[in-house]
């Protein structure tokens, strides 16, 4: 764990879940807060949507970004970003012998959601945090 540091007053912290599970959630949140706090950084707080804050399973970074909206409009002002795995299309793939055969719009890493699930999250967190921010 960092103990010190000389300090760069944009730095952030990034929520990722681990192998306990994930770590998005309220509680979560607020001990990263006040962890930051006690070291003197700044409670900036990104939340990953994708690994294992969504079971690896693409589709439930939707229910982690419900409920990070949730969190902000009940008042928290640390969660400053989010990170989301998206891609054209939905899914992963593996490289082919064949680059041919790679499937347009689908990531060749992690699973992704696609562009409208994408969309559609961002514009209905946009239209909720437009209220309290």
Request: net charge negative; glycine share 8%.
């Amino acid at each position: 764990a960092i103990v010190r540091t000389k300090g760069n007053p944009h730095c952030h912290i990034v929520l990722r879940g681990g192998h306990t599970g994930p770590n998005y959630d309220a509680s979560h949140v607020a001990h990263c807060e006040k962890q930051l706090k006690h070291a003197g950084l700044p409670t900036n707080i990104m939340i990953d949507c994708s690994h294992a804050n969504s079971h690896k399973q693409p589709e439930n970074q939707l229910a982690v970004i419900h409920d990070i909206a949730q969190q902000i409009e009940a008042g928290n002002h640390s969660i400053k970003s989010i990170m989301v795995e998206s891609n054209l299309n939905a899914g992963n793939q593996c490289i082919p012998d064949n680059l041919d055969d790679l499937a347009y719009g689908v990531s060749v890493t992690d699973g992704c959601i696609d562009w409208e699930s994408t969309a559609g999250a961002l514009r209905d967190l946009h239209t909720r945090l437009k209220r309290v921010r």
